[in-house]
């Protein structure tokens, strides 16, 4: 697996950035060149997502592999994760099972939990395109608008679009195979492991995916844990990059 990676900054310790669900690693340049000052950053994109390989399974366990084996081709003995929903849970998989690799951790807006399904919406609407049908992508927000009402998350799933040596438009995910296991996404982890190295885990004070509940979950299973919450959605370094920046470094540079 040759996961497709964006890198920033040419010294200091690697931090490894991981996307969540949709995303890519296109979402954290903005983020990536910030931090890029004081690490050697590597913004991945996950496997069926960006310009990584398209597999036709995906779980956990296979992301975390992934992630080793990314580290070891670039020379990696251990790293600072930085990882943002489906990327935090794949960060903690890591960390919980090869805690040798993973120097601090952070986690943006994840719990270690199951989760219900929240993104069949998505799913239905871009699976129901045609995109042959389109020549512009105004015409394509508008067509997916009825089943995915708000404008951001729109404009957050047609970056994965791409367009064809013919021109024409065309998704740069995995969508089926995402889909199919979506269940696999969501899933619960070993709640009996511990990983008693620095973790900071920022989480949206809006977005609930991260629940008092989920808080004692955190602590127990990341004892060192910090937990600290913010007044914005849950794609929190895009909504507020300074601040989560500034939040993230004090935790990181901190002795």
Known sequence: MNLFHHSYGSGGHPLIILHGLLGSSDNWHTVGKMFGEHFRVFALDARNHGRSPHTSTMSYPEMAGDLREFMQQQGLSS????????????????????????????????????????????????????????????????????????????????????????????????????????????????????????????????AKYVTQEDELLIKRMFPQASITGLDVGHWIHAEVPEEFVRIVLDFLLKE
């Open 79 to 206: 790293a600072h994760l930085l990882g943002h929903s489906m990327g935090g849970k794949t960060a903690m998989q890591l960390a919980l099972t090869h805690s040798d690799l993973v120097d601090k951790l952070v986690v943006v807006d994840i719990a270690p939990r199951a989760y219900s399904r929240q993104h069949d919406n998505i799913f239905d609407a871009v699976l129901s395109l045609d995109l042959s049908k389109f020549t512009s992508r105004k015409e394509i927000s508008e067509a997916l608008s009825g089943k995915i009402p708000s404008e951001t998350t729109r404009q957050f799933v047609m970056k994965n679009l791409a367009r064809d040596d013919a021109g024409a438009f065309r998704w740069k995910m995995n969508l089926g195979a995402i889909q199919r296991h979506y269940g696999n996404v969501n899933n619960m982890f070993d709640a009996t492991k511990q990983f008693e190295k620095p973790a900071l885990f920022v989480k949206s004070n809006n």
